[in-house]
């Protein structure tokens, strides 16, 4: 059952009892309505109701969708696409896969209201590669979706016609970089392009205009096709509008994925009411609230922020609402919503090599900073893991970071170095006297 | 940038605070080198395409403020000069465009950071090959870590052992150690050699450099990328550990393997040739040349090298030689076989050696599949020399069936071939049988084992001279090494044997033929050989533009235009 304080939209039916990912249910339930409503008007309508829907990007950027689409570029004559980004690999983050699995056909009405709205005339859908099942219950959702006359040819008697295809990713977290996913999609190396000139707007699949978004970005226009922009725009906060998922991971009483309208919850209410708290005789200590690359944050830490109208707060991590803007304040972001607790059993450096190893294992290797700074800083923090810390490494960890974040071709440098910069930032004291820490945790043999 | 630009065409870039017009779109390394002002890169080659990888060129950028009503640029009041936002992160300098009112920035302490920060990288997990690596001495990681490095290591963590000695063809070993993954090899054998043969496997550092399942870089440009590679990561398998660049002394010279006339370094120490590198002209070969070409060095050695003159086939003195020569074209009945492998010079006075004696002369083609690109139809280098300075009035055929007709009615006696083997030309043994042979060449055939008189001469390594391209360019060579003991230059030869044939005395020395031929010769009025650009000169082709040249389409050469 839903938490009182939840407010579903997107999760309407997930884990609802006798709800099945078969299109007569969907059906039941008022599925492809949006769809009949939205081919009866004009795309650009359409556009405009996301526009004024306030909608942002839920794959990790927060880009406002309405701009997104108004940037791609019609007078190309060039056929555009739609890629939807359903490579969902950013560690903390477990929503998209849910949609999938529980309920693809509102994604794909969120597909096929999107290729409307923009004329796009063939979709991709980029599962990645440890989604098989996804990726059979898309195909069958299409499938269903193209005999209900739904995707495919002449839609609903339109005229209007629209391929969905499904691409399975061979296994990489960068393919989920748009650029990088582009690049696979077109059978090469997910090496991320270079923007400009590559913006997928205007020089995206094949050279063509290319709308990238977010598995439950789509599922988002959806709704906002069926109550209108407005209505949607009054969901969330100012400028944080609809509802969210958040995944929650770690050390709480009930992780699980949950739905609230944007920044109307405190990172506190969700930790202590909604997941239950820490566990017994635990203390929260960290906690990461947009996917492992956001940056951490510590409980503890005051943030001086000024609001919208001028007024200062000052927030402690509890304190912070889960919205973009808020947490952009604080230093962090909102991301893909994966929100990653630590309690005080947390060995901070063995948590650090642990990202390290990832994101170590997943740098493309294109360009040298992020190749070989990444590998660096996994080497730094497993030594130090493995007992051979020095007091320097912290600081030499930072300034390895350093010189990686901003000077990257992708988002992955930043990605890579936000953690290590506010680890050692937030964490400096641990860094500095691990070598004659009390007790060396379990983690230490484990990652060594 | 071509000459031929107007400056409207030029927009205005700031680089460093100095103003240079450049063509819009310049590239900012290129922008740059203009001004004497070097930007650090790797994977930036200006003939391929621009990835932007190694992040070495990363710049601080900043544009004119506009002024959002009037989209005006904005005065910064203090400098009376449009006031201009900087860009917070660096920029790579390699895929910064020039734009009017652009302004980069190469020497703040950001730009350092970036460039040290860079530096640190790709040396972490560099192996500490240098003192036997190849590249040493021309090693780009070498110069910039000297140049923009830190010069310590705060590097304690195990280096990445790869692969030290991958064949990745006949001609290119890889060491994935040294690699910078860079991809400039990648690059160059996907969109220059269009054999797209190579790429990388696995992630991250452990991405390696590999030939794709089943296949070799064995395409006839695969050792250009071995001169691409910035590092010792691709060597040469004919140079490898054979001698240390900086003992090497370089010669400019012109390919022979085709009439595309590649600009060619020749690498040599205490006479003897080491390899053949392409020397840039972005008007005929670029930066490349073909695989084929560089081994051309080794005939310089080769064991049918013609190292004595002889008489009959008993070595003698080269004046004795001479001498012989000079009674059997006293003696008529003289025919000319030339060669379109001599230099412009060489078919100038082999002119003169015909009218001297009113021979009738003839050259043999040579002629093969173009590959497209660096190698054309015409494997002979110059026969453009030969129709410009008169030896011959139209393209030469393969087999000189004229020169066979007029043995077998008796008019000639002797043949003077310049290198050229007869029976290849056509001349079986019913004509060579009533001939006498004179033969000046390099290397032994069936036509010299045949001669009466045998001049040996140098090979284009060891002699100074011009071809002329299938562009109608002019372009030079010098020496690299001296040739051997017994063998003249071609031009004392020729010379000696107009004067034994009684065409009085002649220089033979370049600069005072270059004095005849400027005054003889229509197109090469202007020219000499000491002014001549290295990049070659073109000449006035008017008078033989009809003719049926056998070349197709090259790199910067289509005969259609
Ligand atoms: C390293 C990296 C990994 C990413 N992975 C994902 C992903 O798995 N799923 C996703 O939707 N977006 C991912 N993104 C963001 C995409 O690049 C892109 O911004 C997003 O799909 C746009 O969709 P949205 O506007 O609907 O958010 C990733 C970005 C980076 C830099
Ligand atoms: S930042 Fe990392 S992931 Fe992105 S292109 Fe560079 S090496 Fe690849
Ligand atoms: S590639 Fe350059 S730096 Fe590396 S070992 Fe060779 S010479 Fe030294
Ligand atoms: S082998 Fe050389 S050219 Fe090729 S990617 Fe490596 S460093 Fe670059
Ligand atoms: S030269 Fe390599 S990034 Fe610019």
Same mark, same amino acid.
């Given at each position: 059952?839903?938490?009182?304080?939840?407010?579903?939209?997107?999760?309407?039916?997930?884990?609802e009892?006798?709800?099945?990912?078969?299109?007569?249910?969907y059906? /039941?339930?008022?599925?492809y309505?949006?769809?009949?409503?939205?081919?009866?008007?004009?795309?650009?309508?359409?556009?405009?109701?996301?526009?004024?829907?306030?909608l942002?990007g839920?794959?990790?950027?927060?880009?406002?969708?309405?701009?997104?689409?108004?940037?791609?570029?019609?007078?190309s004559?060039?056929?555009?696409?739609?890629?939807?980004?359903? *490579?969902?690999?950013e560690?903390?983050?477990?929503?998209?896969?849910?949609?999938?699995?529980?309920?693809?056909?509102?994604?794909?009405?969120g597909?096929?209201?999107t290729c409307?709205?923009?004329?796009?005339?063939?979709?991709?859908i980029y599962?990645?590669?440890?989604f098989? %099942?996804?990726?059979?219950?898309?195909e069958?959702a299409i /499938?269903?979706?193209?005999?209900?006359?739904?995707v495919?040819?002449?839609? $609903?008697?339109?005229?209007?016609?629209?391929e969905?295809?499904?691409?399975?990713?061979?296994?990489?977290?960068?393919?989920?970089?748009?650029t990088? =996913?582009?690049?696979?999609l077109?059978?090469?190396?997910?090496?991320?392009?270079?923007?400009?000139?590559?913006f997928?707007?205007? &020089?995206?699949?094949?050279?063509?205009?290319?709308?990238?978004? +977010?598995v439950?970005? =789509?599922?988002?226009?959806?709704?906002?096709?069926a109550?209108?922009?407005?209505?949607?725009?009054?969901?969330?906060? =100012?400028?944080?509008?609809?509802?969210r998922?958040?995944c929650?991971?770690?050390?709480?009483?009930?992780?699980?994925?949950?739905?609230f309208?944007?920044?109307?919850?405190?990172?506190?209410?969700?930790?202590?009411?909604?997941?239950?708290g820490?566990?017994p005789?635990?203390?929260?200590?960290?906690?990461?609230?947009?996917?492992?690359?956001?940056?951490?944050?510590?409980?503890?830490?005051?943030?001086?922020v000024?609001?919208?109208?001028?007024?200062?707060?000052?927030?402690? @991590?509890?304190?912070?609402?889960?919205?973009?803007?808020? =947490?952009?304040?604080?230093?962090?972001?909102?991301?893909s919503?994966g929100?990653i607790?630590?309690?005080?059993s947390v060995d901070?450096?063995?948590? &650090?090599?642990? &990202?390290?190893?990832f994101?170590a294992?997943e740098?493309?290797?294109q360009?040298?900073p992020?190749?070989?700074?990444?590998?660096?800083?996994?080497?730094?923090t497993?030594?130090?893991v493995?007992?051979?810390?020095?007091?320097?490494?912290? /600081?030499?960890?930072?300034?390895?970071?350093?010189?990686i974040?901003? %000077?990257?071709?992708?988002p992955?440098?930043?990605?890579?170095?936000w953690?290590?910069?506010?680890?050692?930032?937030?964490?400096?004291?641990?860094?500095?006297?691990?070598?004659?820490?009390?007790n060396?945790?379990?983690?230490?043999?484990? $990652?060594? | 940038?071509?000459s031929?630009?107007?400056?409207a065409d030029?927009?205005?870039?700031?680089?460093d605070?100095?103003?240079i017009?450049?063509?819009?779109?310049?590239?900012?390394?290129?922008?740059?080198?203009v001004?004497?002002?070097?930007?650090?890169?790797?994977?930036?080659?200006?003939?391929?395409s621009?990835?932007?990888?190694? %992040?070495?060129? $990363?710049?601080?950028m900043?544009?004119?403020?506009?002024?959002?009503?009037t989209?005006?640029?904005?005065? *910064?009041?203090?400098?009376?000069? #449009?006031?201009?936002?900087w860009?917070?992160k660096?920029?790579?300098?390699?895929?910064?465009?020039a734009?009017?009112? &652009?302004?980069?920035?190469?020497?703040?302490?950001?730009?350092?950071?970036?460039?040290?920060?860079?530096?640190?990288?790709l040396?972490?997990?560099?192996p500490?090959?240098?003192?036997?690596?190849?590249?040493?001495?021309?090693c780009?990681?070498?110069?910039? /870590?000297?140049?923009?490095?830190?010069g310590y290591?705060?590097?304690?963590?195990?280096?990445?052992?790869?692969?030290?000695?991958t064949?990745?063809?006949?001609?290119?070993?890889?060491?994935d150690?040294?690699?910078?993954?860079?991809?400039r090899?990648?690059?160059?054998?996907?969109?220059?050699?269009?054999?797209d043969?190579?790429?990388?496997?696995?992630?991250?550092?452990?991405?390696?450099?590999?030939?794709?399942p089943?296949r070799?870089?064995? +395409?006839?440009?695969s050792?250009?990328?071995?001169?691409?590679c910035p590092?010792?990561?691709?060597?040469?398998t004919?140079?490898?550990?054979?001698?240390?660049?900086?003992?090497?002394?370089?010669?400019?010279?012109?390919? #022979?393997?085709s009439?595309?006339?590649v600009?060619?370094?020749?690498?040599?120490?205490?006479?003897?040739?080491?390899?053949?590198?392409?020397?840039?002209? *972005?008007?005929?070969?670029?930066?490349w040349?073909?695989?084929?070409?560089?081994?051309?060095?080794?005939?310089?050695?080769a064991?049918?090298r013609?190292?004595?003159?002889? @008489?009959?086939?008993?070595?003698?003195?080269g004046?004795?030689?001479?001498a012989?020569?000079?009674?059997?074209?006293?003696?008529?009945?003289?025919?000319?076989?030339?060669s379109?492998r001599?230099?412009?010079?060489?078919?100038?006075?082999?002119?003169?050696?015909?009218?001297?004696?009113?021979?009738?002369?003839?050259?043999?083609? %040579?002629?093969?599949q173009?590959?497209?690109?660096?190698?054309?139809?015409?494997?002979?280098?110059?026969?453009?020399?030969?129709?410009?300075?008169?030896?011959?009035?139209?393209?030469p055929e393969?087999?000189l069936?004229?020169l066979?007709?007029?043995?077998?009615?008796g008019?000639?006696?002797?043949?003077?071939?310049?290198?050229?083997?007869?029976?290849a030309?056509?001349?079986?043994?019913?004509?060579?049988?009533?001939?006498?042979?004179?033969?000046?060449?390099?290397?032994?055939?069936?036509?010299?084992?045949?001669?009466?008189?045998?001049?040996?001469?140098l090979? @284009?390594?060891?002699?100074?001279?011009?071809?002329?391209?299938?562009?109608f360019? $002019?372009?030079?060579?010098?020496?690299a090494?001296?040739?051997?003991?017994?063998?003249?230059?071609?031009l004392?030869?020729?010379?000696?044997?107009?004067?034994?044939?009684?065409?009085?005395?002649?220089a033979?020395?370049?600069?005072?033929?270059?004095?005849t031929?400027?005054s003889?010769?229509?197109?090469?009025?202007?020219?000499?050989?000491?002014?001549?650009?290295?990049?070659?000169l073109?000449?006035?082709?008017s008078d033989?533009?009809?003719?049926?040249?056998?070349e197709?389409?090259?790199?910067?050469?289509n #005969?259609?235009?």
């Amino acid at each position: 059952m839903p938490h009182p304080a939840e407010r579903r939209l997107i999760f309407e039916h997930v884990d609802e009892p006798g709800y099945t990912t078969d299109l007569p249910c969907y059906l /039941a339930h008022g599925g492809y309505e949006a769809l009949k409503k939205s081919v009866a008007r004009k795309p650009e309508e359409l556009i405009d109701e996301v526009k004024k829907s306030g909608l942002r990007g839920r794959g990790g950027a927060g880009f406002s969708c309405g701009v997104k689409w108004t940037l791609v570029d019609r007078k190309s004559g060039k056929p555009i696409y739609l890629i939807v980004n359903a *490579d969902e690999s950013e560690p903390g983050t477990f929503k998209d896969r849910y949609i999938i699995h529980q309920d693809p056909h509102q994604l794909v009405e969120g597909i096929m209201i999107t290729c409307w709205a923009n004329q796009v005339r063939q979709a991709y859908i980029y599962i990645r590669g440890e989604f098989p %099942r996804g990726a059979r219950l898309l195909e069958h959702a299409i /499938a269903e979706a193209r005999a209900g006359n739904f995707v495919g040819p002449n839609i $609903l008697g339109t005229g209007y016609s629209c391929e969905i295809y499904v691409h399975r990713g061979a296994g990489a977290y960068i393919c989920g970089e748009e650029t990088g =996913l582009i690049e696979s999609l077109e059978g090469k190396r997910p090496y991320p392009r270079i923007k400009p000139p590559f913006f997928p707007a205007v &020089l995206g699949l094949y050279q063509c205009p290319t709308i990238v978004n +977010n598995v439950e970005t =789509l599922c988002h226009v959806k709704h906002i096709a069926a109550m209108g922009g407005e209505a949607f725009a009054r969901i969330g906060t =100012l400028n944080n509008t609809g509802t969210r998922l958040l995944c929650v991971s770690g050390h709480v009483q009930r992780p699980g994925t949950y739905e609230f309208e944007s920044g109307k919850i405190t990172l506190g209410r969700l930790l202590n009411e909604i997941c239950g708290g820490p566990r017994p005789g635990r203390q929260f200590k960290a906690v990461i609230p947009g996917g492992s690359s956001s940056k951490i944050l510590r409980f503890g830490e005051r943030f001086k922020v000024k609001q919208r109208d001028g007024t200062m707060v000052d927030w402690g @991590v509890e304190d912070i609402p889960m919205d973009f803007d808020s =947490l952009a304040a604080c230093g962090t972001m909102g991301g893909s919503g994966g929100v990653i607790v630590m309690d005080d059993s947390v060995d901070i450096v063995a948590a &650090l090599a642990n &990202l390290n190893a990832f994101y170590a294992h997943e740098s493309c290797g294109q360009c040298t900073p992020c190749r070989e700074g990444s590998l660096w800083m996994k080497k730094i923090t497993a030594r130090m893991v493995r007992g051979e810390a020095r007091p320097e490494d912290g /600081a030499l960890l930072k300034s390895v970071a350093d010189q990686i974040a901003g %000077r990257t071709i992708c988002p992955f440098g930043e990605a890579c170095a936000w953690p290590t910069q506010s680890f050692v930032q937030k964490f400096g004291d641990e860094f500095r006297n691990y070598a004659s820490r009390p007790n060396p945790g379990p983690a230490a043999t484990e $990652l060594a | 940038m071509s000459s031929a630009l107007k400056p409207a065409d030029l927009i205005t870039v700031t680089i460093d605070g100095r103003e240079i017009a450049v063509p819009k779109g310049t590239n900012m390394i290129e922008a740059a080198q203009v001004l004497g002002i070097e930007i650090p890169h790797f994977c930036y080659h200006s003939k391929l395409s621009v990835v932007g990888n190694c %992040r070495m060129c $990363l710049v601080e950028m900043g544009l004119p403020a506009l002024d959002p009503a009037t989209k005006q640029p904005v005065m *910064d009041p203090a400098t009376g000069k #449009p006031k201009i936002n900087w860009v917070a992160k660096p920029t790579i300098a390699c895929f910064t465009n020039a734009s009017p009112g &652009l302004h980069i920035r190469t020497g703040t302490p950001l730009v350092r950071e970036c460039r040290e920060g860079v530096m640190e990288f790709l040396l972490v997990n560099h192996p500490l090959d240098c003192p036997i690596c190849d590249q040493a001495g021309e090693c780009k990681l070498q110069e910039q /870590a000297t140049g923009y490095g830190r010069g310590y290591s705060r590097y304690i963590e195990q280096k990445n052992v790869k692969p030290k000695r991958t064949l990745l063809g006949p001609r290119v070993m890889l060491d994935d150690e040294r690699c910078i993954l860079c991809s400039r090899c990648i690059r160059f054998s996907k969109e220059i050699a269009r054999d797209d043969v190579l790429g990388f496997i696995d992630r991250g550092s452990h991405s390696t450099l590999a030939c794709y399942p089943g296949r070799k870089l064995e +395409n006839n440009y695969s050792v250009n990328t071995v001169d691409i590679c910035p590092v010792g990561a691709l060597t040469s398998t004919d140079f490898r550990f054979k001698m240390r660049v900086w003992f090497l002394k370089t010669t400019p010279s012109i390919c #022979p393997e085709s009439s595309v006339g590649v600009n060619t370094e020749v690498w040599s120490r205490e006479g003897v040739v080491y390899r053949i590198t392409p020397r840039r002209n *972005d008007e005929v070969n670029d930066t490349w040349m073909a695989d084929s070409g560089r081994l051309l060095y080794k005939q310089v050695t080769a064991d049918h090298r013609l190292r004595e003159p002889s @008489v009959d086939g008993t070595t003698v003195a080269g004046a004795e030689a001479l001498a012989q020569a000079g009674a059997l074209l006293k003696a008529g009945g003289v025919a000319i076989v030339g060669s379109g492998r001599s230099s412009v010079e060489e078919q100038f006075l082999t002119r003169k050696l015909a009218d001297a004696i009113a021979a009738p002369a003839w050259l043999v083609s %040579r002629v093969g599949q173009g590959d497209g690109l660096l190698i054309s139809a015409d494997r002979n280098p110059n026969v453009r020399g030969a129709l410009v300075t008169g030896l011959i009035k139209t393209v030469p055929e393969a087999e000189l069936t004229e020169l066979a007709a007029q043995i077998a009615a008796g008019k000639i006696k002797t043949v003077v071939s310049i290198g050229e083997d007869l029976t290849a030309a056509g001349l079986g043994e019913a004509q060579l049988n009533r001939i006498a042979i004179v033969y000046l060449g390099t290397h032994a055939n069936a036509t010299s084992a045949g001669a009466k008189v045998v001049l040996p001469t140098l090979t @284009v390594f060891e002699k100074a001279g011009t071809f002329i391209n299938q562009q109608f360019r $002019l372009q030079r060579f010098a020496p690299a090494v001296p040739g051997p003991q017994g063998a003249a230059d071609d031009l004392v030869i020729l010379a000696g044997l107009v004067e034994a044939a009684g065409g009085g005395a002649l220089a033979s020395d370049i600069d005072g033929l270059w004095t005849t031929l400027a005054s003889e010769i229509k197109p090469l009025a202007t020219v000499t050989y000491q002014n001549l650009p290295a990049t070659g000169l073109l000449l006035d082709a008017s008078d033989f533009s009809d003719l049926p040249f056998p070349e197709d389409e090259t790199l910067h050469f289509n #005969p259609k235009q």
